[in-house]
């Protein structure tokens, strides 16, 4: 049974940085596609960022290429979303899920972690 923990949120001022982290126990991180989501009040989730350990470029939404990094560390069996220059419009929060298989577009992910909120102001 894969369980996905989130941490690494919290209060920031803007143009600082916070590093997300998603821990994983009950199987190797390393065999998923690792999606970074995000949710604003009263919105849909909207996916920030995927990486697969297996081959290609991680994916980071073009709205936050540039501030948004993924990064990974297998032997931890965890990834990392780092976040910088944030901005009041950053603030959400934040979700790992993960699904096993290579990305691909219109992937469907069935296991999520349970969210962080990052505010920035």
């Known amino acids: 049974h894969v369980q996905l923990v989130v941490s690494g949120g919290g209060s920031v001022q803007a143009g600082g940085s916070l590093r997300l982290s998603c821990s994983a126990s009950g199987d190797a991180l390393g065999r998923y596609c690792m999606a970074w989501f995000r949710q604003f009040p009263g919105k849909e989730r909207e996916e920030v960022a995927a990486?697969?350990?297996?081959?290609?470029?991680?994916w980071i939404r073009d709205s936050v290429k540039g501030r948004f990094t993924t990064s990974q560390d297998y032997a931890e069996n965890r990834v990392h979303l780092q976040v910088t220059s944030l901005e009041p419009e950053d603030t959400a929060m934040y979700y790992c899920?993960?699904?096993?298989?290579?990305?691909?577009?219109?992937?469907?992910?069935?296991?999520w972690g349970q969210g962080t909120q990052v505010t920035v102001s």
């Open positions: 990486v697969y350990s297996g081959g290609g470029s991680p």
């Open positions: 899920a993960a699904a096993r298989s290579a990305c691909y577009r219109g992937i469907y992910y069935t296991l």
